[in-house]
Every structure is written in C-alpha cells, then in structure tokens.
C-alpha cells in the first residue's frame, strides 16, 4: 500500500532530449511537486538531464533546461523516467537515445516511461518478456520492433516488477499517481489527484481514448479493397463470408491475411470502425440508439457491450463526457 511516514527523498532523474513532449515531462513533475507539498517535505527530488547538460527545446518550442549531463551522472536514483516525444512514425532510438538510459535504469530502484519513451527501454532491452504499453499511434510500430515485449496497447499504465510504462501524453499524470500510490498510499495520490482536478483513476478502467481506428498501408488489391469497404459503410453486411466473397478469398485465408496484415481479425476490426462511427455521432450530439443503428449495430445493447471493450466506458459516460462544451457553447 505504500507507506507516508517521513523517510529519505526519493532521487527522481528524468531524461531531456530536443523534441520531447512537454506535458510527458510537466505532467509527472507537477504531481511529484504536489506529493511534496501535500505531504509537507520533501519526499521526491527531482533533477532533469540531456546530453552534455544542454537546454533542450520540446516539442511545442519550449526551452527547458536540464539540471545535469545525462552522459555523466551516475545515481543511484529510486526512479528513472524516460518521457517520449511527438514522433507517429515509431521510429526506433538511436543508440545515443539508449545506451544512458540502459546503463542509468542498472543503477535505479525503477524505471518508467511516458508515451514512446516506451520504445527506448524495449530498445534498451528493459522490457523484454514484460508488460508494457505506449501510445496508440505506435503501439504497431512498437509490436513489430520489440516482438519480446508483451504490449498492451490499450492500456493507460502498466506496472511489470520495477519497470511501469504509460500511454500517451496526459497518461504521464496517471503514471506518476500511481508511482506516488505505490510509496506513500492510497490516500495521499487521492490527495494529489484532487488537488491536480484529476481521475487517479480514469472512468471506464484503464483503456485509452483513441482517436481514429489505427491502420497499416496497404497497397493496392483485395484486403484494401475489403478494408475501404468497411470504411465506407460501417453500417453495411460486413460478415466473414461476405468480406471474403468480397476478396474473392476463402474466409479462412482472409482471416489470416487480416491477422498478417491489420494486426487483428476482420470481425474486430468491423467492431472497431463501428465504435469509431458511434463515437464521432456521440460527439456530434446523437443519442445512443440512433449512434447504434448508424454504426451497423444489431442493436444498441449490442452496440454498449462492443463501445466498453473497445473504449473503456460505457456510451452514455462517453456521449455525457464529450458533448459538454458543444452543449455549453449552442
């Protein structure tokens, strides 16, 4: 449960690089900083380090300047924190990006990224046969790179011994309350949430939010073909016998083509483009049995179970959660 007494701070060290995301860094500062001013000590110290000690310029323009050459420090830390940058592409880390961070999490009690900083522990080997997650939009990319890594892509925080991983962005807020849960308990990350006017735990578990239904590039042929048309009628007969007469394939091989291809089998994905469809008539102010019945859903029981596997809340949270400022400014 963690424990609140006073004891020694914990050394926190967050690795700077150009281009990281600045809400990966500010987020998970801002509820250490909390912790610490709620608790009315010093229970985390903080220092930040890029290489060769430089200021570096975040993603949004932003400069911040580093406390320490990230080359040259050597701990120990209690926890080390690698926080991503905005890059869709999931392009891999260099070594450069690596090795400190390899040799650095040797001499930390733990390790935990934000976003794709994901990807540099797997590179790093860090979560090779672990749990981890990362932000949707590389999370492919990611499964691909580090096949010895057991990723859970809809995850918002995944803890695996000393290693914890988080989704994207904002997620590194969920990440550092869980971190300040595991030292000092339950009741002081509650603290520190309400203080921050965050969820310590988002409604509807633990799923991400996502945006758009991820897709690989396919070229041109019968899976493309079988996925632009799910895309262009959600709503429409999209059974496996049907898609792969489509296909002019057996639905057994399309099966497989899926699963090589898409990442997934046809019938989920048919289930995700019909959730994506019933989230955007949500947000446009639908109610949930007409969002249902535009998606393709056999009904909207039907359609509630599919949106909560998918989403992580229920419709009617969602549609109350996202329609409030559309409602507030007509």
């Known amino acids: 449960m963690g424990d609140a007494r006073p004891g020694p701070a914990r050394q926190v060290l967050v690795v700077l690089r150009d281009g990281v995301q600045l809400l990966d860094v500010a987020g998970p500062l801002d509820v250490l900083d909390a912790a610490n001013r709620l608790l009315g000590r010093t229970a985390y110290r903080v220092r930040t380090a890029s290489p060769g000690g430089r200021?570096?310029?975040?993603?949004?323009?932003?400069?911040?300047?580093?406390?320490?050459?990230?080359?040259?420090?050597?701990?120990?830390?209690?926890?080390?924190?690698?926080?991503?940058?905005?890059?869709?592409?999931?392009?891999?880390?260099?070594?450069?990006?690596?090795a400190p961070v390899r040799r650095l999490a040797a001499r930390s009690r733990r390790t935990a990224s934000v976003c794709a900083g994901a990807?540099?522990?797997?590179?790093?080997?860090?979560?090779?046969d672990?749990?981890?997650?990362?932000?949707?939009?590389?999370?492919?990319?990611?499964?691909?790179?580090?096949?010895?890594?057991?990723?859970?892509?809809?995850?918002?925080v995944v803890a695996d011994g000393p290693v914890v991983t988080s989704a994207g962005v904002t997620a590194g807020i969920d990440l550092a309350l869980?971190?300040?849960?595991?030292?000092?308990?339950?009741?002081v990350a509650r603290d520190v949430a309400r203080w921050l006017v965050v969820f310590l735990r988002r409604p509807g578990g633990q799923a991400q939010f996502r945006t758009r239904v991820p897709?690989?590039?396919?070229?041109?042929?019968?899976?493309?073909?079988?996925?632009?048309?799910?895309?262009?009628?959600?709503?429409?007969?999209?059974?496996?016998?049907?898609?792969?007469?489509?296909?002019?394939?057996?639905?057994?091989?399309?099966?497989?083509?899926?699963?090589?291809?898409?990442?997934?089998?046809?019938?989920?994905?048919?289930?995700?483009?019909?959730?994506?469809?019933?989230?955007d008539a949500l947000e446009?102010?639908?109610?949930?049995?007409?969002?249902?019945?535009?998606?393709?859903?056999?009904?909207?029981?039907?359609?509630?179970?599919?949106?909560?596997?998918?989403v992580g809340t229920s419709p009617a949270d969602y549609r109350a959660r996202f329609t409030v400022l559309a409602g507030a400014a007509s």
């Open 284 to 310: 446009r102010g639908s109610t949930v049995d007409a969002a249902a019945r535009r998606a393709g859903f056999a009904s909207a029981e039907v359609m509630r179970r599919a949106f909560v596997r998918v």
């Open 55 to 98: 200021d570096v310029r975040t993603g949004s323009g932003l400069v911040v300047r580093a406390d320490t050459d990230l080359d040259t420090v050597r701990g120990p830390f209690d926890t080390l924190l690698v926080p991503g940058a905005f890059d869709l592409t999931g392009a891999p880390p260099t070594e450069a990006d690596v």
């Open 178 to 187: 869980a971190l300040v849960e595991a030292d000092h308990g339950l009741v």
């Open 215 to 279: 897709l690989p590039a396919l070229p041109e042929g019968a899976l493309r073909r079988v996925v632009d048309a799910v895309l262009d009628a959600p709503q429409a007969d999209h059974r496996l016998e049907t898609l792969a007469d489509r296909a002019a394939m057996s639905p057994r091989h399309l099966a497989r083509c899926f699963r090589a291809e898409v990442g997934t089998s046809p019938a989920r994905f048919v289930e995700a483009v019909r959730v994506e469809t019933v989230r």
């Open 130 to 156: 672990r749990r981890a997650t990362t932000h949707w939009a590389v999370a492919r990319a990611a499964a691909r790179a580090y096949p010895a890594t057991r990723w859970e892509p809809d995850r918002i």
């Open 119 to 128: 990807l540099t522990l797997a590179a790093a080997g860090l979560l090779d």
